[in-house]
């Protein structure tokens, strides 16, 4: 008798348990969106370089920070403790040392790996570092899983970096497993500048109640580049309506490049509603995982969109980490957010749409590139199911909303 009540009581608490944790991330959610509006920067002009390789992109990004004059913002999701990440803290810290204002922001989950040791001794030489998105009482749970996902530099006010890479040596082709990775990163010279200065202060004030956006020391004069863009920043609401907005605007073609397919029921309809009305939609995501149950998650959406005339491409060289969207050859979205509800729902989130036509088609070729390293995925590869694919899916789909 004494154990069925121990097992009741057990039982009780775990649903207790449950309840709360789903009370906690329901309210602490409507508390975040509540009140708040969509919003994005006004179209600017910049000149545009595209990197997709870490080696190219880390090279002239180390190079520019070397010949920093004044000031570097720099805001990671993920900065890890390896020798690359080792030389990209040193390099920071050098710069502090000569008298440059320094200021790094890191994700909270993203930079766990770095040392307590090594954060005091950045700080004690100057560099300004703060971490961001870090949990918080009354909504820990909720709290737990927001993500600042942005990747933004600013040099001097004059030089923005945003796109998929990291700090970490996989980002530069040395995981023996996930070699090469594929991503596309954007180096930007120009008025554009501005908004991504703009987006790490506000950040950084989020995170450290320090308000430094009406300093106009970083917000120097510019000049106006040849690449009209726009920036799109979202933080856990509003990318669902833009990515929605993009794909309806489709007349002949939608090509997706993403790590991680999980769309929103609202966005896997837009799709589909773009396949009947025969739109050519194409799907670039990696053969390879480099998180678990990501790919099982995808399948059922793949079954269904295979079905109904999309094609699905798995990237074979290497990993695929792309976040691009491209609608009819006439505008193109790069920036941060992958095609989850993670970044849909959850995540700090920086997206660039580009409009004009020589940056395009040179994207165009790069995503060409992608697709010439990839094989399609066939709808029968995807028709047996095996009891054990079977439970990961199921899995997987329980658990799409924080993968």
């Known amino acids: 008798m004494a154990v069925l009540k121990g ?10 348990f449950l309840l709360w944790l789903l009370l906690d991330f329901t309210w602490g959610r409507h508390v975040h969106v509540k009140g708040k509006q969509n919003f994005s920067h006004p179209q600017r ?8 390789s870490g080696i190219d992109l880390f090279e002239d990004f180390f190079k520019e920070i070397k010949q920093a004059k004044r000031h570097i913002h720099v805001l990671f999701y993920i900065v890890k403790y390896d020798q690359f990440s080792q030389d990209f803290l040193n390099l920071l810290q050098s710069k502090a040392k000569n008298g440059l204002e320094v200021r790094l922001m890191v994700d909270w989950m993203g930079g766990f790996r770095i040392p307590y040791k090594r954060i005091k001794e950045l700080r004690k030489n100057g560099v300004y570092f703060a971490y961001s998105c870090r949990p918080n009482l009354p909504f820990i749970f909720y709290s737990l899983q927001k993500r600042n996902h942005r990747k933004i530099t ?31 990163h954007l180096k930007l010279q120009g008025e554009g500048v501005q908004d991504l200065q703009f987006e790490f202060l506000h950040d950084w004030l989020a995170a450290t109640k320090e308000n430094f956006l009406s300093n106009k020391a970083y917000f120097p004069l510019t000049c106006i580049g040849k690449s009209r863009h726009q920036f799109i920043p979202t933080a856990g609401f509003g990318l669902e309506e833009t990515l929605t907005t993009l794909i309806k605007q489709a007349k002949k073609s939608i090509i997706i490049g993403t790590p991680y397919f999980i769309p929103s029921p609202a966005l896997f309809e837009t799709l589909r509603s773009a396949i009947k009305n025969n739109i050519d939609v194409r799907i670039i995501v990696p053969k390879k995982a480099d998180h678990a149950f990501v790919k099982e998650a995808s399948f059922p959406y793949f079954r269904i969109l295979i ?54 088609q040179e994207i165009k ?5 992608d697709i010439n390293y990839s094989t399609p995925l066939p709808a029968a590869s995807l028709a047996k199911i095996k009891v054990l694919e079977s439970i990961k899916e199921k899995i997987a789909y329980t658990l799409s909303a924080f993968l």
């Open 7 to 16: 097992i009741i009581l057990g039982v009780l608490l775990v649903i207790l």
């Open 45 to 52: 002009h910049s000149n545009i370089h595209i990197f997709t």
């Open 307 to 360: 079905k109904e005339g999309a094609k699905v491409f798995q990237f074979q060289r290497g990993f695929y980490h792309s976040k691009i969207l491209l609608i009819d050859d006439t505008i193109c979205d790069i920036g941060t957010a992958n095609f989850d509800r993670r970044s849909l729902f959850l995540n700090y989130e920086m997206n660039c749409l580009v409009y004009e036509p020589e940056c395009i």
């Open 154 to 184: 600013v040099i001097d006010g004059q030089i923005g970096y945003l796109g998929g890479f990291n700090i970490g040596k996989e980002y530069i082709d040395m995981d023996p497993i996930l070699h090469p990775w594929r991503d596309y």
């Open 365 to 369: 070729e790069k995503i060409q590139e």
